[in-house]
Nanobody, 121 residues
Framework: QVQLMESGGGLVQPGGSLRLSCVAS????????FGWYRQAPGKQRELVGE???????NYADFAQGRFTISRDNAKDTVALQMNSLRPEDTAIYSC???????????????WGQGTQVTVSG
């Protein structure tokens, strides 16, 4: 009933930038929370940042000052702008969301399939 789809990943040199986006589609009445996570091979998935309905944000320490999360409620979209990228940022980046799917307050929670980000010189 709801799908999340990421885009914008790719190969970039150290110090470069990428902008990722995630679009929610299907039975979407509104999005309460949007988040970005990442997972490198052999490591646990970790929070990159999240944004609430009112636009308030929370970032991991490694993202603070380099990454910016924004949302467009009219398009059911969240973006992750990544600047000053480092090789250790290489990972699969996934979005997640809590989505309102009815006027009765019912919600859906899930993940997109992920997009690969590779930082290499």
């Amino acid at each position: 009933q709801v799908q999340l789809m990421e885009s914008g990943g790719g190969l970039v040199q150290p110090g470069g930038s990428l902008r990722l986006s995630c679009v929610a589609s299907g039975r979407v009445f509104g999005i309460n929370e949007f988040g970005w996570y990442r997972q490198a091979p052999g490591k646990q998935r970790e929070l990159v940042g999240e944004i609430a309905r009112d636009g308030s944000t929370n970032y991991a320490d490694f993202a603070q000052g380099r990454f910016t999360i924004s949302r467009d409620n009219a398009k059911d979209t969240v973006a992750l702008q990544m600047n000053s990228l480092r090789p250790e940022d290489t990972a699969i980046y996934s979005c997640n969301a809590e989505v309102a799917i009815g006027n009765d307050g019912s919600t859906w929670y899930g993940w997109g399939q992920g997009t690969q980000v590779t930082v290499s010189g």
